[in-house]
């Protein structure tokens, strides 16, 4: 029950032009009404679940060193994934890999290596 | 040494990177074969998914294990996917990443699969290394539909003689197997598996028996048996032992049925032997209770029934048009003080076309096969009866059902008029030949002539006691002076009146050579 609570609440408040505070008062008086106030800690840390889920899944990109940062940028975006920074990883040894939700672009030297060490050994 | 390093250097210098989009997802939490995974968000029902292991290491760890564990999707939620995995599940943690493989659950199929141990995923645990099939096929597919089916016309031969004559199999059936635990219904399956070496090669079916939830040391004894009698030549087992993984007994039966949909779609005959049904329930159970599905009765999800008989409408006897190919399937079901009326066995009774019952008392008494005449039944496989089968069997039944009703008498047998008295010998010495040992199917000639002996008085002159040692005798001599009228009979696959004539001629000098 406090999931789907907590689930309504992110839909609405993904809303253009929501009113967060007005849906705060609004589930309070709904849950005084029904006699679910207990329900509220619950909600709450479903609401915490989903927002660290959104966070996990925010748009990201990484790249071998610091010098292929604006080329990745670039080649993100035209692939569909913006940022405004990158941050640098490097064992990808070379390239670049970008996510944003479901979505993983593997332009990485170390996935093609990966992928070569798995196909010479299967 | 330096130039080596150089033109690595180069090398990684000139990398031009490739690679497209995919859609991946993120562990959540895991435990208990289970996966919850955020993301996935076109994920498919049955899906296979690849846990990547690589993916948050640096090259060299990666490297050191960069096996990729697979899951199949099972739960598509809201906010994400549930998926259980198939294999080390120790090795999934918080976080890995997951990618989408973007197709159903498949296993390799193929011919080169015949002799093999396979696990439910096709790979080899034979230790013979790769087993070379080259096709993939799901291992969930639709049922044949009405069309493209035939009606069960052919006879499959167990080599028990009981079945055979009273509960006939026909190829492309659905037949239970049914009994307590210790009672001979795994022996019923493998005798029918060892019994198809006396089938032409041409034929001759292909044989897949699954273990599902089996003792390691059970099946391995059990392929060593066959292997032993020959019969790995044209049988495939397909093994997800106890300590496999729920996930791993839950798809074992449908392995086993893709398997034997290769080989029915090229026109060829196989029988599948799922041993057991109720372990794959019980896996079934527990893999919906992780994954959080509403229990129902028994605690069983409410698609159980759905789970055995989508499995078992996979048999079929398909039409000349879709090539003539058959799949027999054999579940067997383990019920508990022999109670038939729990959930499991009831669904899978009201699934198949017949039911073959093992009792543990026939079975104690010394009755093996411990068969329970009067409840078994097979709905539709008298059509595929041989007219030889059909004519020396058509009175067993009643008799044997006669004798039952009698039997409660025996022991005032004193006081018994003569009639009665002779009807219940008649009984004893039917129920004595139809006792049969474990690995010695009979090929179906020697079955018809047997019962027809039987049928028709030959073994009247032995005393009740001594008709299996008569019946043991009667084989033996048939084999060495009846070649020929055995043949006729496998060719013809009837008891002419030419047959019959010269049947009864050698039985007459079996009875005056060795009757008592």
Redesign the interface.
């Known amino acids: 029950m406090e999931k789907f609570y907590a689930?309504a609440l992110e839909r609405l408040a993904a809303k253009e032009g929501a009113d967060e505070k007005g849906l705060v008062t609004q589930l309070m008086a709904q849950l005084k009404a029904s006699g679910r106030m207990k329900l509220l800690p619950g909600i709450l840390r479903e609401l915490k679940t989903?927002e660290a889920?959104r966070e996990?899944?925010m748009p990201a990109v990484e790249v071998a060193s610091e010098k292929e940062g604006k080329e990745a940028m670039a080649q993100a975006k035209a692939?569909?994934i913006e940022v405004h920074e990158v941050t640098v990883n490097h064992?990808l040894?070379?390239?670049?890999r970008a996510?944003s939700?479901?979505?993983?672009?593997?332009?990485?030297?170390?996935?093609?290596?990966?992928d070569l060490?798995?196909k010479v050994?299967s | 040494m330096e130039s080596i390093i150089k033109r690595i250097e180069e090398e990684i210098a000139g990398f031009a990177p490739k690679g497209g989009s995919e859609e991946t997802g993120i562990v959540r939490a895991t435990g208990d074969g289970i996966a919850e995974i955020d993301g996935l968000d076109r994920a498919i029902m049955n899906e296979m998914v690849l846990f990547d292991p690589t993916f948050d290491r640096t090259l060299e760890a990666a490297l050191k294990d960069a096996d990729p564990i697979y899951g199949l999707v099972l739960n598509l939620e809201e906010d994400g996917v549930r998926a259980v995995i198939l294999g080390d599940s120790a090795k999934v943690y918080e976080g890995m990443l997951v990618r989408r493989v973007g197709r159903l659950l498949s296993i390799p199929v193929g011919d080169s699969l015949v002799g093999r141990v396979v696990n439910p995923l096709g790979e080899p645990v034979d230790g013979k290394g790769p087993t070379g099939a080259d096709k993939t096929r799901p291992i969930e597919s639709e049922a044949y539909g009405v069309m493209d089916r035939s009606p069960v016309n052919t006879p499959l031969h167990t080599g028990i003689k009981a079945i055979d004559a009273m509960v006939p199999i026909g190829r492309g059936q659905r037949e239970l197997i049914i009994g307590d635990r210790g009672t001979g219904k795994t022996t019923i399956a493998i005798d029918t598996i060892i019994n198809q070496k006396s089938e032409p090669e041409a034929t001759r079916p292909i044989c897949i028996y699954v273990a599902i939830g089996q003792k390691e040391s059970k099946t391995a004894k059990l392929v060593a048996e066959l292997a032993d009698k020959g019969a790995m030549e044209y049988t495939i087992v397909v093994t997800a032992p106890a300590s496999s993984p729920a996930a791993f007994q839950f798809l074992a039966p449908f392995a086993g049925a893709a398997i034997g949909e290769h080989f029915m779609e090229q026109g060829k005959d196989a029988v599948v032997i799922y041993d057991d049904l109720s372990k794959q329930a019980v896996a079934y159970r527990q893999l919906s209770l992780l994954l959080r599905r509403p229990p129902g009765r028994e605690a069983y999800p409410g698609d159980i029934f759905y789970l055995h008989s989508r499995l078992l409408e996979r048999a079929a006897k398909l039409s000349k048009e879709k090539g003539g190919g058959s799949l027999t399937a054999l579940p067997i079901i383990e019920t508990q003080e022999g109670d038939i009326s729990t959930y499991i066995p009831t669904n899978v009774i009201s699934i198949t076309d017949g039911q073959i019952f093992v009792l543990a008392n026939l079975f104690n008494q010394g009755l093996r096969p411990a068969i329970d005449v009067g409840n078994s039944v097979s709905r539709v496989g008298s059509a595929a009866q041989t007219k030889a089968m059909k004519k020396v069997s058509g009175k067993i039944k009643l008799e044997l059902a006669q004798f039952r009703e009698l039997e409660a008498f025996m022991q005032f047998a004193s006081d018994l008029d003569e009639g009665t008295k002779k009807q219940i010998d008649s009984g004893r010495r039917m129920t004595e030949m139809l006792k049969q040992p474990n690995g010695k199917p009979l090929p179906f000639e020697m079955e018809a002539a047997v019962i027809f002996a039987a049928v028709n008085g030959y073994f009247d002159t032995f005393s009740p006691e001594k008709t299996s040692e008569a019946e043991a005798r009667l084989q033996e001599y048939l084999s060495r002076e009846a070649n020929d009228v055995l043949a006729s009979i496998r060719t013809t696959r009837e008891i002419t009146e030419t047959i019959e004539k010269d049947l009864r001629a050698k039985l007459d000098q079996f009875v005056e050579r060795t009757g008592e």
Do not use: E, H, V
């Open positions: 689930q989903i889920r996990k899944l692939a569909g064992a040894i070379k390239g670049w996510r939700g479901s979505t993983l672009i593997d332009r990485s030297a170390k996935r093609g290596l990966i060490y798995r050994t």
